[in-house]
């Protein structure tokens, strides 16, 4: 059926995005992997063009695993048994997502081996100096951990309800956020009006439960706590 408004079309690529993670033991490690390749990326003196060439490169690995569990989920709707063609169709497309991810290896040993021993601490004083790098970081850690929960709840829809509350969530990281980078009281108290208002229209709009919304709060709050504590003590 064809998606009635840009809003559903939104949800149901998340949807897709979602069920990949579930049921695809790759794809949960491209997703681990890609955090980590984040993670790492904080620590180091990278770039603006190694910066997108790494983006585009974990984009790159998780589209192609997209695309292959797309191409087997079609596969089987065609037949359940065996036949030689089936077969050559999954390894091609098997086959893709290794070239990818080979060549993603490749490029993370050029990018980051010369840098892995001389260039963590030099990188870590780069965070402290620059909080909005953590800041973005700690925002998007929080949307992928919210998508990883709502993928394991029993009944999920990523912009719509479920266990956590993603709106929560990101105003609760970017609450604390601002409150740690500005360490100023006005700010401060301003954000939380702002991020209050965010979780009462999700309430009240009954999109949400009290625990839903209380869940993500906690969460964006000890993601962007972490992170903010670990690199500027």
């Known amino acids: 059926m064809k998606n009635q408004n840009l809003f559903d079309s939104f949800n149901n690529a998340i ?4 069920y990949v ?3 695809e033991r790759n794809m949960k490690i491209h997703v681990v992997v890609s955090i980590l390749v984040f993670l ?25 695993e997209l695309f292959n569990t797309a191409i087997e989920v079609i596969v089987d709707l065609i037949t359940t048994g065996y036949h030689p063609k089936i077969k050559i169709i999954k390894d091609v497309s098997a086959g893709a997502v290794l070239v990818v991810s080979f060549i993603a290896m490749v490029i993370g040993y ?16 780069r965070i402290r100096q620059y909080p909005m790098h953590l800041s973005i970081i700690a925002i998007i850690i929080t949307v992928i951990m919210v998508l990883v929960l709502k993928a394991f709840s029993p009944n999920y829809n990523p912009l719509r309800g479920g266990m956590p509350s993603g709106h929560a969530a990101i105003a609760s990281a970017i609450t ?14 301003l954000c939380i009006i702002l991020m209050l208002l965010v979780i009462q229209s ?15 709060t906690v969460l964006g709050f000890m993601i962007t706590l972490f992170l903010f504590k670990m690199f500027n003590t």
């Open 40 to 64: 790492m990326s904080l620590f180091l003196d990278l770039t603006k063009t190694e910066l997108i060439v790494i983006c585009f490169t974990v984009g790159m690995v998780i589209t192609a």
């Open 15 to 18: 949807k897709g995005i979602i």
């Open 21 to 23: 993670i579930k049921t």
């Open 110 to 125: 050029f990018i980051f081996f010369e840098r892995v021993s001389t260039g963590l601490e030099k990188g870590i004083e």
């Open 202 to 216: 999700r309430i009240e709009a009954k999109i949400h439960s009290f625990m839903e919304v209380f869940v993500g």
């Open 176 to 189: 604390t956020a601002a409150a740690l980078w500005s360490m100023n009281t006005k700010i401060t108290i």
